[in-house]
T-cell receptor, first 115, second 112 residues
Framework: SAVISQKPSRDICQRGTSLTIQCQVDSQVTMMFWYRQQPGQSLTLIATANQGSEATYESGFVIDKFPISRPNLTFSTLTVSNMSPEDSSIYLC????????????FGPGTRLTVT | AQSVTQLDSHVSVSEGTPVLLRCNYSSSYSPSLFWYVQHPNKGLQLLLKYTSAATLVKGINGFEAEFKKSETSFHLTKPSAHMSDAAEYFCVLDNYGQNFVFGPGTRLSVLP
Protein backbone atom coordinates (compact mmCIF):
# COMPACT_ATOMS: atom_id res chain seq x y z
CA SER A 1 0.00 0.00 0.00
CA ALA A 2 1.02 3.64 -0.42
CA VAL A 3 1.05 6.31 2.25
CA ILE A 4 0.00 9.72 0.99
CA SER A 5 0.28 13.05 2.74
CA GLN A 6 -1.18 16.38 1.73
CA LYS A 7 -0.36 19.92 2.72
CA PRO A 8 -2.08 21.96 3.92
CA SER A 9 -4.73 19.89 5.65
CA ARG A 10 -7.07 22.88 5.60
CA ASP A 11 -7.02 26.55 4.73
CA ILE A 12 -9.28 29.54 4.62
CA CYS A 13 -8.57 31.85 1.70
CA GLN A 14 -9.92 35.07 0.31
CA ARG A 15 -11.56 35.21 -3.06
CA GLY A 16 -9.27 36.12 -5.92
CA THR A 17 -6.22 34.48 -4.37
CA SER A 18 -4.60 31.15 -5.25
CA LEU A 19 -3.66 28.15 -3.14
CA THR A 20 -1.21 25.38 -3.99
CA ILE A 21 -1.86 21.96 -2.49
CA GLN A 22 0.98 19.47 -2.20
CA CYS A 23 0.72 15.70 -2.41
CA GLN A 24 3.59 13.46 -1.35
CA VAL A 25 3.70 9.68 -1.74
CA ASP A 26 6.06 7.32 0.07
CA SER A 27 6.79 5.29 -3.07
CA GLN A 28 7.24 5.90 -6.76
CA VAL A 29 3.99 5.81 -8.72
CA THR A 30 3.18 6.40 -12.35
CA MET A 31 -0.30 7.80 -12.11
CA MET A 32 -1.57 10.39 -9.66
CA PHE A 33 -5.05 11.80 -9.59
CA TRP A 34 -6.66 14.93 -8.20
CA TYR A 35 -10.29 14.92 -7.05
CA ARG A 36 -12.68 17.50 -5.72
CA GLN A 37 -15.38 16.75 -3.17
CA GLN A 38 -17.82 19.60 -2.80
CA PRO A 39 -19.79 19.84 0.45
CA GLY A 40 -22.13 16.89 0.83
CA GLN A 41 -21.19 15.55 -2.59
CA SER A 42 -19.30 12.64 -4.06
CA LEU A 43 -15.84 12.85 -5.54
CA THR A 44 -15.25 14.25 -9.00
CA LEU A 45 -12.02 13.71 -10.88
CA ILE A 46 -10.26 16.94 -11.80
CA ALA A 47 -7.25 15.59 -13.67
CA THR A 48 -4.76 12.78 -14.06
CA ALA A 49 -1.11 13.66 -13.61
CA ASN A 50 1.62 11.48 -15.07
CA GLN A 51 5.25 12.30 -14.53
CA GLY A 52 6.89 13.80 -17.57
CA SER A 53 3.73 14.77 -19.41
CA GLU A 54 0.99 17.36 -19.27
CA ALA A 55 -1.89 16.61 -16.94
CA THR A 56 -5.10 15.34 -18.52
CA TYR A 57 -8.15 17.32 -17.41
CA GLU A 58 -11.70 16.08 -17.17
CA SER A 59 -14.61 17.89 -18.74
CA GLY A 60 -15.39 21.04 -16.81
CA PHE A 61 -11.87 21.56 -15.49
CA VAL A 62 -9.20 23.66 -17.20
CA ILE A 63 -5.50 24.11 -16.73
CA ASP A 64 -5.73 27.85 -16.18
CA LYS A 65 -7.95 27.32 -13.16
CA PHE A 66 -6.30 24.16 -11.80
CA PRO A 67 -2.65 24.05 -12.91
CA ILE A 68 -0.90 20.83 -11.90
CA SER A 69 2.75 19.98 -11.58
CA ARG A 70 4.27 16.52 -11.46
CA PRO A 71 8.03 16.99 -11.15
CA ASN A 72 8.85 13.42 -10.11
CA LEU A 73 7.32 10.05 -9.30
CA THR A 74 6.52 10.82 -5.66
CA PHE A 75 5.17 14.37 -5.72
CA SER A 76 2.49 16.53 -7.30
CA THR A 77 0.86 19.90 -6.73
CA LEU A 78 -2.56 21.26 -7.57
CA THR A 79 -3.15 25.00 -7.60
CA VAL A 80 -6.62 26.45 -7.25
CA SER A 81 -6.37 29.82 -9.00
CA ASN A 82 -8.39 32.99 -8.67
CA MET A 83 -10.59 31.38 -6.05
CA SER A 84 -14.26 32.01 -5.49
CA PRO A 85 -16.58 30.66 -2.78
CA GLU A 86 -17.70 27.98 -5.24
CA ASP A 87 -14.21 26.49 -4.97
CA SER A 88 -14.79 25.63 -1.32
CA SER A 89 -14.31 21.87 -1.28
CA ILE A 90 -12.12 19.06 -0.12
CA TYR A 91 -9.35 18.37 -2.61
CA LEU A 92 -7.88 14.88 -2.58
CA CYS A 93 -4.99 13.30 -4.38
CA UNK A 94 -4.75 9.60 -5.03
CA UNK A 95 -2.35 7.15 -6.57
CA UNK A 96 -2.84 3.92 -8.39
CA UNK A 97 -1.35 0.85 -6.76
CA UNK A 98 1.16 -0.52 -9.24
CA UNK A 99 0.84 -4.02 -7.82
CA UNK A 100 -2.91 -4.29 -7.33
CA UNK A 101 -5.46 -4.21 -10.09
CA UNK A 102 -6.61 -0.61 -10.39
CA UNK A 103 -6.76 -0.07 -6.65
CA UNK A 104 -6.24 3.53 -5.58
CA UNK A 105 -5.03 5.00 -2.33
CA PHE A 106 -6.23 8.41 -1.24
CA GLY A 107 -4.62 11.19 0.67
CA PRO A 108 -6.35 12.69 3.71
CA GLY A 109 -7.60 15.64 1.70
CA THR A 110 -7.24 19.40 1.91
CA ARG A 111 -10.30 21.23 3.17
CA LEU A 112 -10.49 24.61 1.44
CA THR A 113 -12.86 27.38 2.43
CA VAL A 114 -13.03 30.50 0.29
CA THR A 115 -14.54 33.62 1.82
CA ALA B 1 -20.05 5.83 -20.66
CA GLN B 2 -19.27 4.30 -17.32
CA SER B 3 -21.54 5.22 -14.42
CA VAL B 4 -22.40 4.17 -10.90
CA THR B 5 -25.75 4.48 -9.16
CA GLN B 6 -26.26 4.18 -5.43
CA LEU B 7 -29.96 3.84 -4.96
CA ASP B 8 -30.15 5.14 -1.41
CA SER B 9 -28.65 8.44 -0.36
CA HIS B 10 -29.24 7.57 3.30
CA VAL B 11 -29.69 4.26 5.09
CA SER B 12 -30.51 3.97 8.76
CA VAL B 13 -30.23 0.71 10.71
CA SER B 14 -30.24 -0.33 14.34
CA GLU B 15 -27.08 -1.62 15.93
CA GLY B 16 -26.84 -5.40 15.53
CA THR B 17 -29.11 -5.57 12.47
CA PRO B 18 -27.99 -6.29 8.89
CA VAL B 19 -26.71 -3.62 6.54
CA LEU B 20 -27.47 -3.48 2.82
CA LEU B 21 -26.07 -0.68 0.66
CA ARG B 22 -27.06 -0.93 -2.96
CA CYS B 23 -24.91 -0.21 -5.99
CA ASN B 24 -25.60 -0.62 -9.68
CA TYR B 25 -23.21 0.13 -12.46
CA SER B 26 -23.17 0.69 -16.17
CA SER B 27 -20.14 -0.38 -18.16
CA SER B 28 -19.41 -1.51 -21.68
CA TYR B 29 -16.87 -4.00 -20.41
CA SER B 30 -16.31 -6.13 -17.32
CA PRO B 31 -15.16 -3.58 -14.77
CA SER B 32 -13.32 -3.61 -11.49
CA LEU B 33 -15.51 -2.39 -8.66
CA PHE B 34 -14.70 -1.07 -5.22
CA TRP B 35 -16.36 0.06 -2.04
CA TYR B 36 -14.72 2.86 -0.09
CA VAL B 37 -15.76 4.26 3.29
CA GLN B 38 -15.29 7.83 4.46
CA HIS B 39 -15.67 8.59 8.14
CA PRO B 40 -16.34 12.19 9.15
CA ASN B 41 -13.25 14.34 8.73
CA LYS B 42 -11.19 11.33 7.72
CA GLY B 43 -9.77 10.02 4.49
CA LEU B 44 -11.14 7.38 2.18
CA GLN B 45 -10.50 3.78 3.14
CA LEU B 46 -10.84 0.80 0.83
CA LEU B 47 -13.35 -1.75 2.16
CA LEU B 48 -13.14 -4.31 -0.62
CA LYS B 49 -12.67 -4.76 -4.34
CA TYR B 50 -13.83 -6.98 -7.17
CA THR B 51 -11.40 -7.60 -10.01
CA SER B 52 -12.90 -10.50 -12.00
CA ALA B 53 -11.93 -13.23 -9.58
CA ALA B 54 -14.47 -14.59 -7.06
CA THR B 55 -17.83 -12.87 -7.35
CA LEU B 56 -18.34 -12.83 -3.57
CA VAL B 57 -15.76 -10.52 -2.11
CA LYS B 58 -14.94 -10.24 1.57
CA GLY B 59 -13.54 -7.01 2.94
CA ILE B 60 -12.49 -5.46 6.17
CA ASN B 61 -14.67 -4.99 9.27
CA GLY B 62 -17.03 -7.82 8.31
CA PHE B 63 -18.27 -6.28 5.06
CA GLU B 64 -18.75 -8.25 1.89
CA ALA B 65 -20.15 -7.62 -1.57
CA GLU B 66 -21.38 -9.80 -4.39
CA PHE B 67 -20.77 -8.99 -8.04
CA LYS B 68 -23.80 -9.93 -10.15
CA LYS B 69 -23.18 -9.32 -13.81
CA SER B 70 -26.74 -10.21 -14.85
CA GLU B 71 -28.07 -7.53 -12.53
CA THR B 72 -25.14 -5.12 -13.00
CA SER B 73 -25.02 -4.86 -9.23
CA PHE B 74 -22.39 -4.83 -6.51
CA HIS B 75 -24.32 -4.48 -3.26
CA LEU B 76 -22.47 -4.14 0.05
CA THR B 77 -23.65 -6.12 3.07
CA LYS B 78 -22.76 -6.73 6.68
CA PRO B 79 -24.59 -9.17 8.95
CA SER B 80 -24.56 -7.00 12.06
CA ALA B 81 -24.09 -3.24 12.16
CA HIS B 82 -21.84 -1.58 14.70
CA MET B 83 -21.96 2.01 15.83
CA SER B 84 -18.51 2.55 14.31
CA ASP B 85 -19.90 1.69 10.86
CA ALA B 86 -21.68 5.04 10.65
CA ALA B 87 -20.04 6.80 7.72
CA GLU B 88 -20.37 7.66 4.03
CA TYR B 89 -19.95 4.74 1.63
CA PHE B 90 -18.96 5.09 -2.02
CA CYS B 91 -19.30 2.48 -4.72
CA VAL B 92 -16.58 3.04 -7.31
CA LEU B 93 -15.97 1.73 -10.81
CA ASP B 94 -12.65 1.82 -12.58
CA ASN B 95 -12.69 3.59 -15.93
CA TYR B 96 -10.75 1.35 -18.27
CA GLY B 97 -8.04 1.12 -15.64
CA GLN B 98 -7.33 4.81 -15.97
CA ASN B 99 -9.27 6.53 -13.23
CA PHE B 100 -12.24 6.08 -10.95
CA VAL B 101 -15.92 6.85 -11.37
CA PHE B 102 -17.52 7.46 -8.00
CA GLY B 103 -21.12 6.83 -7.11
CA PRO B 104 -23.00 9.60 -5.30
CA GLY B 105 -22.52 7.94 -1.92
CA THR B 106 -24.77 6.48 0.76
CA ARG B 107 -24.73 7.81 4.27
CA LEU B 108 -25.13 5.01 6.80
CA SER B 109 -26.55 5.87 10.21
CA VAL B 110 -26.49 3.29 13.01
CA LEU B 111 -29.00 3.76 15.80
CA PRO B 112 -28.37 2.43 19.32
Amino acid sequence: SAVISQKPSRDICQRGTSLTIQCQVDSQVTMMFWYRQQPGQSLTLIATANQGSEATYESGFVIDKFPISRPNLTFSTLTVSNMSPEDSSIYLCSVEDQNSSYEQYFGPGTRLTVT
Amino acid sequence: AQSVTQLDSHVSVSEGTPVLLRCNYSSSYSPSLFWYVQHPNKGLQLLLKYTSAATLVKGINGFEAEFKKSETSFHLTKPSAHMSDAAEYFCVLDNYGQNFVFGPGTRLSVLP
